[in-house]
């Protein structure tokens, strides 16, 4: 027989126990996690320029640095502040640590037309050295940067002055051997490469390989791949562009390099679909090998069903399992083992079904929603309109609508769910889907690899959530 001091020992160890997995189930995104305002960065006038305006967000491999590009052809890179990194619980709080001009306008004058700064996407490569690099893209010209910091100088040159000058060499009576001074540390951004000339067509996806030496570029009819140390030539690996162009029937949206083998890659398309490729079967990947495609449900049949259908981003699973793909009204979760049908599927706004007339005339039903996973891909998140954006449990199948607004910037607020009233009688904590925002939308997201902390571009604002714990 145990004795009762052995019982009650058993019975603190098992609670003691249910109370880790507890926290670290909610760590990791396997419990209802609460999330908490953590910070916003951004200027709060209302008559915001188009170039301020976010155009991607990107958290690199471990989380402690975070890059926005915007429609002005800026990169600005977050770090993440020592004191909340290592504070306990940790917070989710970040300093700006550069900012620099990624893309400038240009014009092009064989074809009369003007090329944007703007920055369509951003992909870190993984850290090698005290220096961190970066791809960034706008329609055309994908850029290689460096950034780097310095924290010491170098005084007493023989041949040179302390300001740069040259000195008279008949002045020059001795040797001086140079000193290494402290300096205020300064973060230096140079472009190492620069890969142009390649997409005739608009540039929307850049993907680094998981060999961290080659990267592919996508536009709407063209996959490229390249590698990282030579700029003046890549290599065409997908074209669907037809012969005639009056054939053409659907365009590149999305395109991505699976986490773990090199030699595979998905691309979805305005059809609907998303094609698996694999660079051993053949050099061209015209033939894909695997095709995932949902059938189209004949009752929801409509004028629209070809545009909402569309897919505007495709993310392969950290574990390199399973995709998630954004289509107009819903994100859904692909194995890669079976092509049929998704395996889950999350409406993100499905009360604009009704409203897809008026969406269509004020063009916002060709709107791109990104998409991303968690880190341990238990979660999946997303944008809508209004300020809102969406979080699915894959585990409880919960989710939840969340709003990046400044009416609750105070550390450690609680966020309150969302709900909104399609019709009859509205609850007083509901908003109508006719007082919806339209013109406030969170197309870009990003999920910390390995905390939950998230970070949502809204217009000009940059929020950050993080877990309550």
């Excluded at 800026?74 to 917070?91: E, H, L």
């Excluded at 990624?102 to 220096?131: Q, T, V």
């Excluded at 009752?299 to 069903?305: D, E, Y």
Aim: proline share 4%; with cysteine; hydrophobic share 35%.
């Amino acid at each position: 027989m145990k004795s009762p001091s052995n019982i009650m020992r058993q019975s603190s160890l098992t609670k003691l126990g249910s109370m880790i997995n507890t926290a670290v189930n909610k760590r990791a995104g396997n419990g209802d996690i609460q999330w908490c305002f953590s910070q916003v960065k951004g200027t709060l006038e209302d008559d915001v320029t188009e170039a301020d305006i976010i155009s991607c967000v990107e958290f690199n491999h471990d989380g402690d640095l975070l890059a926005t590009g915007d429609k002005g052809g800026r990169v600005v890179i977050f770090q993440r502040d020592p004191v909340s990194k290592n504070s306990i619980p940790r917070r989710g709080e970040y300093n700006v640590y550069s900012t620099f001009q990624s893309h400038e306008p240009e014009f092009d004058y064989l074809k009369s037309l003007e090329i944007e700064e703007k920055i369509n996407k951003i992909r870190w490569l993984k850290r090698k050295n005290p220096a961190h690099f970066l791809l960034s893209t706008n329609d055309k010209t994908i850029k290689l940067w460096k950034v780097s910091e310095r924290d010491k100088r170098v005084e007493g040159y023989n041949t040179k002055e302390e300001n740069g000058a040259i000195r008279d060499p008949a002045c020059i009576t001795a040797l001086r051997v140079p000193t290494i001074k402290p300096m205020e540390l300064m973060v230096e951004a140079s472009p190492r490469r620069i890969f142009a000339n390649a997409h005739t067509y608009h540039i929307n996806s850049i993907s680094v390989n998981s060999d961290q030496e080659t990267y592919l570029s996508a536009d709407d009819l063209r996959i490229n791949l390249w590698h990282l140390e030579i700029t003046d030539q890549s290599f065409n690996i997908v074209d669907i562009k037809p012969t005639n162009m009056e054939e053409l029937t659907e365009v590149i949206t999305a395109a991505e390099f699976h986490p773990a083998e090199c030699n595979v890659l998905v691309y979805s398309s305005s059809k609907g679909t998303i094609r698996l490729c694999d660079m051993r079967s053949a050099a061209l990947c015209d033939q894909h090998s695997k095709l995932f495609e949902e059938p189209e449900d004949p009752t929801n049949r409509s004028f629209f069903s070809e545009i909402i259908s569309s897919i505007s981003d495709v993310k392969l699973s950290n574990s390199g399992r399973y995709m998630i793909s954004r289509d107009y009204l819903s994100v859904k979760v692909w194995d890669l083992q079976m092509e049929t049908k998704p395996i889950e599927c999350y409406p993100v706004h499905e009360y604009l079904r009704s409203k897809l007339c008026s969406l269509y005339e004020n063009d916002c039903i060709f709107d791109k929603f990104e998409c991303c996973w968690s880190g341990n891909d238990s979660a999946i998140m997303t944008g809508s309109y209004n300020n809102f954006f969406r979080v699915f449990d894959r585990t409880t199948k919960r989710d939840l609508t969340l709003e990046a607004a400044r009416d609750i910037a105070k550390p450690k607020t609680l966020l309150k769910p969302r709900k909104v009233c399609t019709g009859g009688k509205r609850k007083k904590d509901e908003i109508s889907v006719d007082c919806l925002d339209f013109n406030k939308k969170i197309l870009h997201t990003a999920w910390h690899p390995s905390e939950n902390v998230v970070a949502v571009a809204a217009t000009n604002n940059l929020f950050l959530f993080q877990d309550k714990l």
